[in-house]
C-alpha cells in the first residue's frame, strides 16, 4: 500500500530570514526522520553531509555509521562514541564489502543525496542487501522545473516514476511526492541560494551571457523543488 500522491504547493519562507542556504535540506530530513516508525538502533547513512539525518533523531541509538565523499562534510559532522564517519562514496561496491562483514543495518537512510547517483538501482540492490528497511527522500526532476524550462538545459535529476521503480525491484515500498515553493525577494538571491546550497549538485552549464539573461527574466518570485520520500520494507513470503 502506498502513502497518498500528495502535492504541497507551498513553502512559503524566505531564505534570508533563515541565514542558511540549506533549509529545504533541513526540513527534508525532518519529515524524513518522521516516517521512520520504529526507532532503529543500528543506522547507516549515505550522503550524511553534515549530519542532518542525525540532528534529527530523537531516540537513542546503538551505533550510527554516516557516509560521505566530502571530508569538509565528514569534518562538521557530529561527533560521538556511537558514530563512526565513513569517508567514502556510497556508490563504491568495496564499502558494502565491508559493511557486510558485520551484522545487518536496522535501517538505511539517506536524504537529499542519491539523486546524485550514477547508478542509482546498484546502490539500492547493494544496500538491500545489508538492510531490510530503508527511508529515503530524493529531489527529482520538478526541482528548478521553471529554470531548466527558460533555460533549455538538460534535466539531470530523476524523475520520480523512474525512483519508484528502482526501488519497487528491492523493497515493498510506501512514497510520498512533495512540492515546496522557497521565496526570495530577488532573483539573484535565488541563483546564489542555487549556488551556495549544493541542491543542484555543482552542475553549471550556462555561460556568463546565458545566466544573467536567466536572472533577469525569470518569472517567479520562488524556487521550485520537488521532493519524493520512499519507506521500504523487505518482502516475505510464506511457504
Known amino acids: 500500500m502506498k502513502f497518498k500522491d500528495l502535492q504541497v504547493s507551498e513553502f512559503s519562507k524566505n531564505a534570508n530570514t533563515y541565514g542558511s542556504y540549506n533549509i529545504i535540506q533541513k526540513k527534508v530530513a525532518q519529515k524524513l526522520i518522521g516516517m521512520v516508525c520504529e526507532n532503529p538502533k543500528r543506522i547507516l547513512d549515505l550522503g550524511s553531509g553534515a549530519g542532518e539525518i542525525y540532528k534529527q533523531i530523537d531516540w537513542n541509538i546503538k551505533e550510527f555509521i554516516a557516509v560521505d565523499l566530502s571530508p569538509r562534510m565528514c569534518e562538521l559532522h557530529p561527533k560521538s562514541k556511537n558514530i563512526k564517519i565513513i569517508n567514502q562514496n556510497y556508490e563504491d561496491g568495496e564499502l558494502?564489502?565491508?559493511?557486510?562483514?558485520?551484522?545487518?543495518?536496522?535501517?538505511?537512510?539517506?536524504?537529499?543525496?542519491?539523486?546524485?547517483?550514477?547508478?542509482?538501482?546498484?546502490?539500492?540492490?547493494?544496500?538491500?542487501?545489508?538492510?531490510?528497511?530503508?527511508?529515503?527522500?530524493?529531489?527529482?526532476?520538478?526541482?528548478?522545473?521553471?529554470?531548466?524550462?527558460?533555460?533549455?538545459?538538460?534535466?539531470?535529476?530523476?524523475?520520480?516514476?523512474?525512483?519508484?521503480?528502482?526501488?519497487?525491484?528491492?523493497y515493498k515500498i510506501n512514497y510520498k511526492r512533495e512540492f515546496y515553493k522557497l521565496y526570495f525577494d530577488d532573483n539573484i538571491s535565488k541563483f546564489r541560494y542555487i549556488k551556495r546550497s549544493g541542491v543542484s549538485g555543482g552542475k553549471r552549464k550556462l555561460g556568463y551571457k546565458e545566466t544573467k539573461k536567466l536572472i533577469e527574466t525569470y518569472p517567479l518570485d520562488y524556487l521550485e523543488f520537488e521532493v519524493l520520500y520512499i519507506t521500504g520494507a523487505k518482502c516475505t513470503r510464506s511457504f
Open 96 to 170: 558494502y564489502k565491508t559493511l557486510s562483514k558485520d551484522k545487518k543495518f536496522d535501517y538505511v537512510l539517506s536524504s537529499a543525496s542519491l539523486q546524485w547517483s550514477a547508478n542509482l538501482k546498484k546502490v539500492v540492490e547493494r544496500f538491500s542487501e545489508i538492510s531490510n528497511n530503508c527511508a529515503v527522500s530524493i529531489f527529482c526532476d520538478g526541482t528548478f522545473k521553471t529554470i531548466y524550462e527558460k533555460s533549455k538545459l538538460k534535466i539531470f535529476l530523476p524523475s520520480y516514476k523512474e525512483v519508484i521503480n528502482i526501488f519497487s525491484k528491492f
